[in-house]
């Protein structure tokens, strides 16, 4: 499995931006299609985006779209999300996924029981 560690999270008033960070150890990180997610208080963990192990693809919430921005710099191991346009009911924990698909181009929307999670990082957005 793969180490994850998110960063970047923290309080921002609506409207705002946040970019978060999940640095990765212990694996090739482009064997790894890369994923955010998040959980609110009383909430089940939901997907926001995810990107192919290549990058070339990418998958977003209908929540999120035209607003959170997944990306990824395989020189670094890590991977972004570009958070802008914050509304309060994007307040969560947000968790890095890597989950280790075949085919370079595939995204998901769903971890698999084979992928690795991030401790995560608190995002507050304030109205």
């Known amino acids: 499995q793969v180490q994850l560690v998110e960063s970047g999270g923290g309080l921002v008033q609506a409207g705002g931006s946040l970019r978060l960070s999940c640095a990765t150890s212990?694996?090739?990180?482009?064997?790894?299609?890369m994923g955010w997610f998040r959980q609110a208080p009383g909430k089940e963990r939901e997907f926001v985006a995810t990107?192919?192990?290549?990058?070339?693809?990418?998958n977003n919430a209908a929540s999120v779209k035209g607003r959170f921005t997944i990306s990824r710099d395989n020189a670094k191991n890590t991977v972004y999300l570009q958070m802008n346009s914050l509304k309060p009911e994007d307040t969560a924990v947000y968790y890095c996924n890597a989950n280790p698909l075949s085919l370079a181009t595939m995204t998901y929307s769903r971890a698999g029981p084979s992928s690795s999670w991030g401790p995560g990082t608190q995002v507050t957005v304030s109205s």
């Open positions: 990107i192919s192990r290549n990058g070339a693809s990418t």
């Open positions: 212990g694996r090739t990180f482009s064997s790894y299609a």
